[in-house]
């Protein structure tokens, strides 16, 4: 359990950083500009389009007036969960391969000033390549989380029990996605082959699971999970280099 909140709160030591290398928000700035602007489209435009469904659904008046205005808060809110969760995965989707280059950047930053020992040598590629190269690597992220949502989502289709099901196994496997995602940068600078990189996550297992729950917290919630993309790149890439079995991979 104590591993699990270490790996919760972890972010929280990396604050600091900012004010220690503050090039890291130089190099902040741009996704999160981008990632607003999609992140809000997309929020503005879904919202939209849904509650304008329900109230559609609500033109005819109801004989019982309390009853009637429940049913609607009740959809209300399931509308705007519906929401968080339609934008959730698409900042996830689109977000990452976005940010990928500017994260990359940030990662490297972290590396180059707190693990200049497990620094690799510079490469002769420009941006354009770098930047090619990591939202390859995103997209492999991507398609791994695809096909594990889609059987996810399937499950609701059981009947009684599927629900839960589904947002169980959903939820726990969110806290590993992102424990993977952000943990992921380091990893693909060196071309880690994949199953290596589920290593490195299932490496002291609680503490993945305890950052990626915090993760996938923050990453659900509007605007903070813009504002706060960079930081959990910064606490990734750190949480690498601090797990003892990357120290065999590297």
Do not use: H
Not at 57 to 63: A, C, K, P, R
Not at 227 to 250: H, Y
């Amino acid at each position: 359990m104590n591993n699990f909140i270490y790996g919760f709160f972890y972010p929280l030591r990396c604050i600091k950083l900012f004010f220690r290398f503050p090039k890291l928000i130089v190099y902040s700035i741009v996704p999160m500009v981008l990632n607003l602007v999609i992140y809000g489209a997309i929020f503005f435009y879904t919202y939209d389009y849904i509650t304008g469904k329900s109230s559609d659904l609500f033109m005819i008046q109801s004989q019982n007036g309390l009853f009637f205005e429940f049913i609607k808060f009740f959809f209300k809110v399931f509308s705007f969960i519906l929401v968080l969760l339609i934008c959730y995965l698409a900042f996830i989707i689109f977000g990452g391969i976005i940010s990928a280059p500017f994260n990359d950047l940030i990662s490297k930053l972290i590396e180059e000033k707190l693990y200049p020992g497990q620094m690799l040598p510079a490469p002769e590629t420009g941006f354009i390549k770098e930047a090619a190269d990591s939202i390859k690597e995103e997209l492999k992220k991507i398609f791994f989380y695809l096909s594990f949502l889609i059987p996810v989502l399937l499950l609701n289709l059981i009947p009684m029990i599927g629900n839960t099901l589904s947002l169980i196994s959903g939820t726990l496997f969110s806290f590993y996605y992102n424990a993977l995602d952000y943990m992921d940068y380091p990893m693909s600078r060196r071309n880690i082959k994949f199953g290596q990189k589920l290593k490195a996550v299932n490496s002291e297992k609680t503490v993945s699971a305890g950052f990626g729950a915090v993760a996938f917290i923050l990453t659900f919630l509007p605007v903070i999970n813009v504002i706060l993309n960079p930081l959990l790149v910064v606490s990734g890439t750190s949480l690498f280099f601090t797990k003892e079995f990357n120290r065999q991979i590297l």
